[in-house]
């Protein structure tokens, strides 16, 4: 079972916090769905299903730790009985591509309800083969103490923002319709949500708003280094938010956070409230609101945690679809895109330049004696001399799509540089590549004027480069492979 297509799903499905699995969902000659299995599992998926199906039954076929060899390979009717509903979606998911996304009343077998993912897997598969990423939470009802004293006003505003987020708009002008929607209701000059990503130190404004368009959150927010953003995780420790009223909060909070607080004084906020987005205990992003009628602040921290309490499930669900995507479209090794990247993107651009002919550039880089440096230095060598590679063609090509196509095989397409300008960078490829023992590319091109033929210059692209790596073998017979 431990074929390519195994390892990448398998590598997909640990990283959901939640219980995840890769289902290999068959078409049946008629078009109908067939069989579906379990065919990858994450540590959460295996934990899940020992306390539903083994542990509660006394009986312990298989330890925990034995689970995927248990799992793996086997009809989903393995733990649960055959649920035409539940079949319909998957091969919905696995074979029309689409994402699902339901809620299942399963409280009378587990006592939870069963909020269920199902994501299409975009990866080779057999002729009747097709695959899904499962994932689910169990929920129990929702708590409505929480809701019990909210004043019908704010109930009505917080339906209102629910109902926004569960239509059928996408979800960046959801989050721009709530966050307008809060910044008019708290009668503010500022309001954004951004998403936090701490393995990669990144943020992003996924929805902001302001008054009468006065000034853009994005930019303001482009001056900030990702440690500022940092500093507000030890800031809301054991608390919902941060509320800074006046003035004598502001100075207090720059005893703890001075870098941040001079970007706010500096563009003389008033008051700030800020409220963490908390998933698995990990905080994915906030709900970043300034200057509002600090009269209402009770009002406005009641509607603030409420809000974000919807809106963590969301952005959590968006931040992982986006790291699928990440993943699914970028080599993990060199961080440019991979192969199924460049499959897609060259479909679409080759239709693209067919109906509307535009300049653009080709050029192949295939590296020179990686199996030689592989065979002696062994595969981290091998690695290294690949993640060396890309870097120099994302310094020299940082506005073009940069992709690895093979092992040792990367692909650039221009639609930037004139001819002579794409030739001046291959030229400075070539002097920074130019080591017959460690980095050194064959390189072919081919620019195209006015035919639009993509796949037709990457075949002379790629001709030329083969072309240019027998030249390098013939002059270093031994590092031929």
Not at 46 to 71: A, H, Q, W
Not at 352 to 359: A, C, R
Not at 366 to 386: A, F, P, R, T, V
Not at 463 to 475: S, V, W
Request: one cysteine or more; charged letters at 25%; proline letters at 4%.
């Amino acid at each position: 079972m431990k074929t390519p297509t195994y390892n990448l799903l398998k590598q997909f499905v640990n990283l959901a916090p939640a219980p995840c699995t890769a289902l290999a969902v068959e078409r049946k000659p008629d078009g109908t769905c067939g069989e579906i299995r379990f065919f990858a599992v994450n540590d959460a998926f295996k934990r899940s299903f020992y306390d539903l199906f083994i542990k509660t039954t006394g009986k312990e076929p298989v330890s925990i730790d034995e689970l995927d060899s248990f799992i793996e390979g086997q009809p989903y009717t393995l733990s649960i009985s055959k649920e035409p509903k539940f079949e319909e979606i998957c091969f919905r998911s696995a074979w029309n591509k689409e994402y699902i996304h339901t809620y299942v009343d399963t409280t009378g077998m587990y006592g939870y309800w069963t909020e269920d993912f199902l994501i299409p897997c975009d990866c080779d598969h057999e002729e009747n083969i097709s695959y899904c990423y499962f994932i689910y939470q169990l929920n129990r009802e929702m708590d409505t103490g929480k809701f019990s004293a909210v004043s019908p006003d704010i109930s009505s505003y917080v339906i209102k923002a629910c109902l926004e987020l569960r239509n059928e708009n996408d979800f960046y002008s959801s989050m721009n319709v709530v966050i307008k929607d809060l910044r008019e209701y708290t009668d503010s000059i500022n309001a954004c949500i951004l998403t936090v990503d701490s393995e990669r130190k990144t943020f992003q404004i996924i929805g902001e708003s302001v008054k009468n368009n006065v000034h853009s959150i994005k930019d303001y927010f482009k001056t900030f280094p990702y440690e500022i953003i940092a500093s507000w995780e030890e800031l809301v420790k054991g608390t919902n938010n941060i509320i800074i009223k006046d003035e004598n909060d502001m100075d207090y909070y720059e005893t703890l956070a001075p870098s941040w607080v001079k970007t706010m004084k500096d563009e003389h906020v008033k008051n700030l409230c800020l409220s963490p987005f908390v998933h698995h205990g990990e905080i994915i992003g906030y709900l970043y609101l300034t200057d509002f009628d600090g009269s209402n602040l009770a009002r406005i921290k009641e509607i603030v945690e409420l809000l974000s309490f919807f809106l963590t499930a969301e952005v959590a669900n968006h931040t992982f679809l986006e790291k699928l995507e990440y993943l699914s479209n970028v080599d993990m090794l060199t961080g440019v895109f991979n192969r199924n990247c460049m499959n897609v993107n060259v479909d679409e651009l080759s239709l693209k330049l067919k109906l509307e002919p535009k300049p653009f550039s080709v050029a192949f880089f295939d590296l020179n004696g990686l199996k030689s440096i592989n065979d002696h230095g062994g595969h981290n060598s091998g690695d290294d001399l690949l993640k060396d590679a890309a870097n120099v063609l994302k310094e020299i090509f940082p506005e073009d799509q940069i992709y690895r196509a093979g092992g040792d095989e990367f692909v650039v397409i221009s639609l930037n540089d004139s001819e002579d300008d794409f030739l001046q960078k291959l030229a400075t490829v070539r002097a920074k590549a130019c080591d017959p023992d460690w980095l050194n590319f064959a390189i072919g091109h081919y620019h195209d004027d006015s035919e639009g033929n993509l796949r037709l210059a990457m075949r002379y692209a790629d001709e030329n480069m083969y072309e240019d790596k027998n030249a390098f073998y013939d002059a270093h017979p031994e590092k031929r492979r």
